[in-house]
Structures are given as structure tokens and as C-alpha cells.
């Protein structure tokens, strides 16, 4: 008697609950009187890519303050010039919070636009796959092209670099060099996981055309914290160059424990790991000579890249090799919402699909797929700073080989 | 007698009533809401999917006292499966079959393991053994070729999308039938034979009961309402990732939210289903940088408070006067 009445009352008590909860979910949203463009973003802000996440949002931020500063868009449909308001949502690096995340900014937040997450299976493709079931346009980078096409998307565009070219990075820059300091024994460390597998191919079938043969090629298990069965074999391999593609703490731990070792080439290229501000506070002068991948570089000759790399120094105190992308993503953006003069979502990709845009990445064209490409770079870490290396044309810094540990 | 009661509740006219109130509502309300536009339908769907989660945890550690960390598993496996299927054309887009393949694969899954683990492991050492579980099978699937498309995962057709109304519908009917299913299996001898085992596994086997096999019938059962939830949210999210769908993630919340609505109860994992999905969604909504703290503490603050869930809120709060207590219990 006792437990069924005090069950019952429970019930009733999580019945009204589940009513009130269903009913407040229910309420039209107020009616809003247009007067601002709500941009939704799902970034990681917490789990493993937290960091990139705010760098990311401190880009897209930037973009919009300064897009309001200047008066806002110009709206042909509604007949005025509106601000813009950035809504994050977290996804938590997590590829089902991420597809919540965005579920919570076309239902909750009611955005009229997406700008896309980081990382293609994290944030980007959940998102473009939630996006394009609510017809929402996502605005995206930061995601390889061949997974993203293989989806055959409708509702968003991707602004990313090219497989081939990145890969063929390396290989250009050695071939650079004089014939006797180009790497004979060069060796490939390339993470076991979505995306490193997949530079891990390109770079294999790139290497026999561009004439190098790799004294070593494993994958690399992420955060295994001990990689010295990989570099003790390296060092009896007799390996003089390395390709790692990892995360940022991966590499931190791989080249101390290549100094603990002892192993010395004179040509180190990092994919992904060897990028960050973290990179470098971690490492300090070992992390000289290094070099990293990179989206932008704040040298690019395009109008505002200066500026953008030096506001981005002053409000972090280190350099960036990619906020450039992700700003010029919202330079996009807000330049087709004008040429579209609505901010419907179809229409608004049809005009990133038919006009050429100039941002702090140069110009940018998408093709007919919804792909506009840009060229990936390299950098090299000199006091702190990641000196543009590749490509050649915009920069006059030229790299320096690094010597032996104990002669730094 | 109160705890026994707890375990096997009696069916009363409210109940049922309240229960069948509750789903009707539940089942009608996508009929008053724009369902491609309602926040509240995915909030729903996600909560039922929680539910059979959380009720598939709740059967295995509540009533038979074997507390797995390995959940994550089969509800990777689960996901694998149905996509596999779907990728070699034997099944389709929201597809009985390949749901029901999916949920069977892990309860065979579930019964291979299940026998040495729970031969062997108790307690402790059995959370420690499906933990393992789960990290081994999300490298063999990270591992597996072309079949489960390696670190990559297996990408399925997003334009196959048409309207959440199945997902909500098939994510409510899973929920409905863990809660059903765990209802009956608890009033059976079933459920007496895995209270026994929980409570003292010596006794019971002194008294007949063998142990194994009723462990093994919880595990198996709470695998394949964990793998059904996979195969529903495989369908939901079209990409099956590795490091997404063998997340530790997907272990831990359902722990949490049994043991925060009650554990060992067939009612408790609903409420902390819907109680803990509900503090995660408005925390992440409005406060999108700091909701794990909001999470956490309120996670901490109702162990603290209340340790069996807030279906012992009845007991720790009784303010009926003492005779009528007395009267209760007598």
C-alpha cells in the first residue's frame, strides 16, 4: 500500500514535470522583429580539441566585430544594414554532441546561418549532415575534402586545402634544397587515426614520384606517452628527416624523448601537433627548426592578413597559422548575405557558389561542388615564431636545417 | 519486507494509469508540434534513447548486482552492425531487420564474453573487465579494414534523412519495451533469481540458483537494448566514427543516470534519464562554456544528497506522521 501510493505520487509528480517540461518546449518563440543576423557555430569548447576551439572563436568573433563595426550587411530583403550575433554552441569534440549542438542553434536559437565546427569527423560532419536535414546553410572549413564530398552535400560548402598539395609540401621544400642536403633516409610517423591515415596515403604515393624512398614508415598510436621503440628504430635506420602527422601533446612527448635519445635530423615536419602556441611554450629552443603545417600565415600579401596576425598576437601572445582561414570564411560569408540581399539559406550558397570573394586568404572561388581550395603552408618555429616557408612565392625566409641536438 | 517490495513493485491502478497517461502523451505529442522544427522532439528522442540505455545498465548492475563499465561496447557494436549491413545492401535506411540483427549480434556478443567474465570477475574486478571490453573492441574496429572503414568509420547516406518522426517514434518504442521488458523480467523468477544473486551469490547458489546463468540473462538482455539504442543513433547520425561510438561516454552515462533516478528500480532510470538529459541540454544551451561544472555539480549534489536517487526521495523526506508509518509498513 505504502510503496504504491508513494509511486503513484511520484508519478504524478514527474507526469506534471514532463507536461510542464513538454509545454515549455512547446511555446512559440516570441515572434522577433528581424534586427540582427544570427550566425550559429558549434566549436569544441571543452574535450580534447577545447584549444583549437577557441582560437576558432576568437576568429569568427573577430570577423563579426569587425563586420559591425563597419555598419553591419546590407540586406536587400529586409531594406537595411543589420549587425551580426554570434551564438557557440559547445560540441564538446564529440561528433554526437556536435550533431546536438546544431540540432540546439536551428531549433533553439533559431540562427539564420552556420558557420561550420573544427575537424571533419569531431564537428564539421555532424554538422553539415544536421544542418542539411533542416535545410540550414553550413559555411565550413577545416574538414579533409574526400569525406566530405563523399557525402554529396546540398546545404553547405567547404573552404579547405587540398590533399595532394599539402602532402606534396614537403617534398617541394627538400627539393628546394641543394642536392646534398636533401634527406636520403627520411622517415613516416603519421597517427592511427581518421585523418592521418589519410595524409599517410597520399604521402606514400607522392614520395616515389617526387624520388624519395622511406627508410621508415609507421603508424603511431595517439597519447601511447612512450614512443622510443619508434625512435630508437629510427636512429638505427639511420633516418635524417621526419613526417609526423599527431597531436600537439604527441609531439611534445616525441621530440623530447627524440632529445632524450639522441636522435638527430636535420629536417623535422609536423602535421597538426607542431602548429600550436602550446608547441612551442612546451618545447622552448627545441622546438627550433621544427616545422609545421599551417592554413594562413599573417605574412600573406592580402589586405588585413597583417592586421589580423598582429591583433591575434597582442590578444594571445604567440602566432597564429590558421585564424587567417577561418576569418576569411566569415569574410565569405558576409559578402554573399549581401550579394544574396536575403538570408535564405539556399540562396545565400547559390551566391557563394557563384561569386569570387577577396579575403585574408587571397581570392576565393568555389566550384560547383561547393569546394574552394586554398594552398596549405609551412612554417618553420625561429625564437617563437612560425616563419613562412612554403608556399615560396610569399615569403623571402628560407629554411635552416637544424643542427645536431648538442650543437644547439 | 520495504526492500523486497522495492525490488518487485506490486501493479496498482495509478501506476498504470499515470504510466499509460504518460505514453499516450509521449505518443501524441508529435501530432501538436512542428516535428522538424521542435527542439522538444530531439530532446525527446535523445531522453528515450537514454532510457533504454540506462535501463539496459539498470538490469545488469540493479538487479544483479554486476556493475559493467563496458555498456559503450554494445552500443558501438550495435551501431557497426547496423551500418554494416546497410553498406552491404542487406538491410536499409531505419530498418527493422538490421536493428533487430544489431541488438541480437551484441546479446551473442554479450554471451561469449559474459562467460568468462562473470565466471571469474566479480565486482570491482568484473567494471574493470568490460571496461577493457569496450577499449579492445573500439581498436579492432579502428583496426578493421575496409569492413568497419578503419579510423575513418563508415559513412552512410545522409540524404536517406526524411523527418525525425521515425527516430522519435522508434527511440519511444525502444524505451517503452526496456522499461516493459526489465518490468517483467524483475516480477519474474527471473527477477527473484538476480536478486538473490545480488544480494548474496552463495546463498543462492546454495539454494539452487544458477548463478551464472541468470548473470549472464541480465548482461545479455541489458547488451541488447544498449545495442538497439546504437543501431538508432547510427541511423541518427550517419557517420559511425570509432572514437564517437565506443566512447567511455556512452558507459557512464547510463550509470549516472540510473544511479541518479534510482538504481534498482524500474521507474529510477527513467526519471534520471529525463532529469540528467534535461540538466546536460540546458546547460550546454545557455551556459555552452562552463555546462560541464553545472553538470557536475549537480551530479555531485544529488550523491551527496540523495545517494538512492530521487526515487528514495519518498523515503528520506516521509513526513507523514509516525502511526501512519507504522500503519504503512504493517
Not at chain 1, 130 to 156: G, V
Not at chain 2, 62 to 83: D, K
Request: contains cysteine.
Amino acid at each position: 500500500m505504502r510503496v504504491s501510493s508513494m509511486l503513484s505520487g511520484r508519478w504524478t509528480v514527474f507526469g506534471f514535470a514532463l507536461l510542464a517540461l513538454m509545454l515549455w518546449f512547446v511555446q512559440p518563440a516570441e515572434a522577433r522583429k528581424k534586427k540582427e543576423i544570427l550566425i550559429g557555430t558549434n566549436l569544441p569548447l571543452t574535450g580534447i580539441l577545447a584549444g583549437v576551439g577557441i582560437e576558432q572563436r576568437w576568429a569568427y568573433q573577430t570577423a563579426v566585430d569587425d563586420v559591425n563595426k563597419a555598419g553591419g550587411i546590407w540586406v536587400k530583403e529586409v531594406g537595411k544594414r543589420m549587425p551580426v550575433r554570434l551564438v557557440v554552441a559547445d560540441d564538446a569534440s564529440d561528433p554526437g554532441k556536435a550533431a546536438a549542438a546544431v540540432e540546439r542553434l536551428i531549433k533553439v536559437k533559431k540562427v539564420d546561418l552556420l558557420l561550420g565546427g573544427f575537424a571533419a569527423p569531431f564537428g564539421v560532419i555532424p554538422g553539415c549532415i544536421t544542418a542539411e536535414k533542416y535545410r540550414r546553410y553550413y559555411h565550413t572549413s577545416i574538414c579533409l575534402i574526400p569525406p566530405w564530398l563523399e557525402h554529396n552535400f546540398k546545404w553547405s560548402t567547404l573552404f579547405f586545402f587540398d590533399l595532394g598539395q599539402a602532402c606534396s609540401v614537403p617534398y617541394e621544400i627538400w627539393n628546394s634544397l641543394p642536392a646534398a642536403e636533401r634527406p636520403k633516409k627520411p622517415a613516416l610517423i603519421m597517427e592511427d587515426t581518421f585523418d592521418g591515415r589519410a595524409f599517410a596515403g597520399i604521402f606514400r604515393g607522392l614520395a616515389e614520384k617526387y624520388g624519395y624512398t622511406f627508410a621508415l614508415d609507421e603508424p603511431w598510436a595517439v597519447g601511447a606517452k612512450d614512443y622510443s621503440a619508434q625512435i630508437i628504430k629510427a636512429k638505427s635506420q639511420g633516418v635524417d628527416a621526419i613526417l609526423i602527422f599527431g597531436s600537439d601533446a604527441d609531439c611534445i612527448t616525441f621530440v623530447r624523448q627524440m632529445k632524450e635519445n639522441d636522435l638527430n635530423v636535420k629536417y623535422m615536419h609536423g602535421w597538426k601537433g607542431t602548429w600550436a602556441g602550446e608547441f612551442w611554450k612546451a618545447l622552448g629552443k627545441d622546438a627550433e627548426y621544427i616545422l609545421c603545417d599551417g592554413f594562413w600565415s599573417m605574412d600573406f600579401p592580402f589586405p588585413g592578413a597583417k592586421e589580423l596576425g598582429e591583433r591575434y598576437h597582442q590578444k594571445f601572445n604567440k602566432y597564429s597559422v590558421s585564424a587567417g582561414a577561418v576569418y576569411a570564411l566569415c569574410q565569405v560569408l558576409w559578402d554573399a548575405i549581401e550579394k544574396a540581399g536575403t538570408l535564405d539559406s539556399a540562396k545565400v550558397r547559390q551566391a557563394v557558389l557563384d561569386n569570387e570573394f577577396n579575403t585574408v586568404m587571397g581570392k576565393v572561388d568555389y566550384d560547383e561542388r561547393g569546394v574552394a581550395t586554398f594552398v596549405s603552408t609551412a612554417s618553420q618555429w625561429r625564437n617563437g615564431k612560425q616563419m613562412t616557408v612554403s608556399p615560396f612565392e610569399w615569403t623571402d625566409y628560407k629554411i635552416k636545417l637544424a643542427p645536431p641536438w648538442n650543437a644547439r | 519486507m520495504e526492500e523486497s517490495e522495492r525490488m518487485r513493485p506490486k501493479p496498482s491502478t495509478p501506476i498504470l494509469l499515470s504510466a499509460l497517461l504518460l505514453l499516450g502523451a509521449a505518443a501524441l505529442y508529435p501530432f501538436f508540434v512542428n516535428v522538424e522544427e521542435s527542439y522538444a522532439i530531439y530532446f525527446l528522442f535523445l531522453t528515450f534513447v537514454h532510457v533504454g540505455l540506462a535501463q539496459g545498465w539498470n538490469l545488469v548492475a540493479g538487479y544483479s548486482g554486476q556493475a559493467s563499465l563496458g555498456q559503450h561496447a554494445f552500443f558501438g557494436v550495435g551501431a557497426y552492425l547496423t551500418a554494416m549491413t546497410w553498406k552491404a545492401g542487406w538491410t536499409g535506411y531505419l530498418d527493422p531487420l538490421a536493428m533487430l540483427l544489431s541488438g541480437a549480434g551484441a546479446a551473442v556478443l554479450a554471451i561469449l564474453v559474459g562467460i568468462p567474465l562473470l565466471a571469474k570477475l566479480r565486482g570491482d574486478y568484473f567494471a574493470l573487465g568490460t571496461l577493457g571490453l569496450g577499449e579492445i573492441l573500439r581498436v579492432i574496429f579502428t583496426q578493421g579494414g575496409e569492413l568497419t572503414g578503419g579510423p575513418v568509420g563508415l559513412l552512410l547516406p545522409s540524404s536517406a534523412y526524411q523527418s525525425m518522426r521515425p527516430y522519435y517514434y522508434l527511440a519511444l518504442l525502444i524505451a517503452v519495451a526496456a522499461v516493459i521488458a526489465v518490468w517483467l523480467i524483475v516480477r519474474s523468477r527471473v527477477g527473484l533469481a538476480l536478486v538473490a544473486v545480488r544480494e548474496d551469490e552463495g546463498a543462492a547458489a546454495a539454494n539452487g540458483i544458477h548463478v551464472l546463468k541468470y548473470k549472464i540473462v541480465a548482461f545479455a538482455v541489458g547488451a541488447l537494448f544498449t545495442a538497439l539504442c546504437g543501431s538508432l543513433y547510427a541511423y541518427y547520425l550517419f557517420h559511425i566514427h570509432p572514437t564517437g561510438f565506443f566512447s567511455l561516454n556512452w558507459a557512464l552515462m547510463p550509470v549516472l543516470m540510473t544511479i541518479l533516478g534510482g538504481i534498482g528500480t524500474v521507474v529510477g532510470p527513467v526519471i534520471g534519464a529525463f532529469l540528467l538529459t534535461g540538466v546536460f541540454e540546458l546547460a550546454n544551451m545557455w551556459l555552452p562554456e562552463i555546462h560541464p561544472i553545472i553538470s557536475g555539480t549537480f551530479i555531485i549534489l544529488v550523491t551527496l544528497f540523495l545517494p538512492r536517487g530521487v526515487m528514495g526521495i519518498g523515503t528520506r523526506f516521509d513526513v507523514r506522521p509516525r502511526w501512519r508509518k507504522a500503519l504503512a509498513i504493517g
